[in-house]
Nanobody
Framework: QLQASGGGLVQAGGSLRLSCATS????????MGWFRQAPGKEREFVAA????????YYADSVKGRFTISRVNAKNTVYLQMNSLEPEDTAVYYC??????????????????WGQGTQVTVSS
């Protein structure tokens, strides 16, 4: 199971750090990703990180503002979000992909999903 936390209400220009923790011994075998879904919109890719943490990928809309990282010893993946904008308001979901060879931005590739955490950015 994936447990996301760290969401909240922040003013534009502010920062938040999301965390996603899981139990079990196989965390390091999963590619991890963050997705988000705004009201009335499709769930979209935000960022992903390889199993070792050596490679990261971002949506163009968050590149340079968000940073994904992981600590395998803690079974946790993080999403540091800086310079937040009202357009970043959404429910953020962490997800795990255990089967892909390469990091994917494609939602169906991810097998396991957290419950989501709300991020609201006020203008």
């Amino acid at each position: 199971q994936l447990q996301a936390s760290g969401g909240g209400l922040v003013q534009a220009g502010g920062s938040l750090r999301l965390s996603c923790a899981t139990s079990g011994r196989t965390f390091s075998t999963y590619i991890m990703g963050w997705f988000r879904q705004a009201p009335g919109k499709e769930r979209e890719f935000v960022a992903a990180i390889s199993r070792s943490g050596s490679s990261t990928y971002y949506a163009d809309s968050v590149k340079g503002r968000f940073t994904i990282s992981r600590v395998n010893a803690k079974n946790t993946v993080y999403l540091q979000m800086n310079s937040l904008e009202p357009e970043d308001t959404a429910v953020y979901y962490c997800a795990a992909d255990g089967d892909s060879v390469y990091v994917s931005r494609t939602r169906p590739n991810y097998d396991y999903w957290g419950q989501g955490t709300q991020v609201t950015v006020s203008s």
